[in-house]
């Protein structure tokens, strides 16, 4: 937005008056300090004389360099007394590929429903001892084990150990 504003030479003021945004609102946005809504995208992008796709899509406005924090609660995908999964990859994009962190304390367990046909699922272990189940068959995981397996099938990932297990996930929709 910073930069379609100095394009046109436009002050925070300029854009204000053509958008009904706030100024204050446009100047947190531009700090990255404030999310806007839908509708308030859409007069920015109106502002502009542009759609929404092609504000969202305009190379420059946003950065390509996407963060995901530690702390963010929007990305713990689950959270229980047993199992933790936290999300590693955009929740905005459409995608082939998902990635996540999943911690599974003693006993803990996730279990799945078979995913779409030909999806397949890549697990490596960080930490402590983990089952893996593809179907009817099974193999077990120490830290530094790799493994794939069918996920178009009914699965699940156990902590097979004494103590904390923590592996990182990566799906493949196909």
């Given at each position: 937005?910073?930069q ?54 305009t190379?420059?406005v ?30 905005n ?14 006993g ?32 077990t ?14 699965h699940?990932i ?12 990566v799906?493949?929709?196909?």
């Amino acid at each position: 937005m910073k930069q379609l504003r100095s394009d046109r030479n436009w002050s925070l003021e300029a854009l204000a008056g053509a958008s009904g945004v706030s100024r204050s609102m446009l100047s947190e946005i531009e700090r990255e300090q404030a999310n806007p809504t839908l509708a308030v995208t859409l007069r920015i992008a109106q502002a502009f004389g542009m759609s929404l796709s092609e504000l969202i899509e305009t190379p420059g406005v946003s950065s390509s360099i996407t963060v995901i924090r530690h702390h963010d609660r929007a990305f713990h995908y689950r959270s229980d007394d047993h199992c933790r999964i936290r999300t590693l990859s955009p929740l905005n994009l459409e995608k082939d590929v998902e990635f996540y962190e999943v911690e599974l304390q003693p006993g803990g367990a996730l279990r799945s429903a078979p995913h779409f046909e030909g999806t397949r699922e890549f697990l490596t272990v960080v930490k402590g001892l983990v089952k893996v189940e593809s179907n009817e068959d099974t193999d077990t995981l120490h830290h530094g084990d790799s493994t794939t397996y069918r996920a178009d099938v009914p699965h699940a990932i156990l902590n097979a150990g004494k103590g904390e297990a923590l592996v990182f996930l990566v799906v493949i929709y196909r």
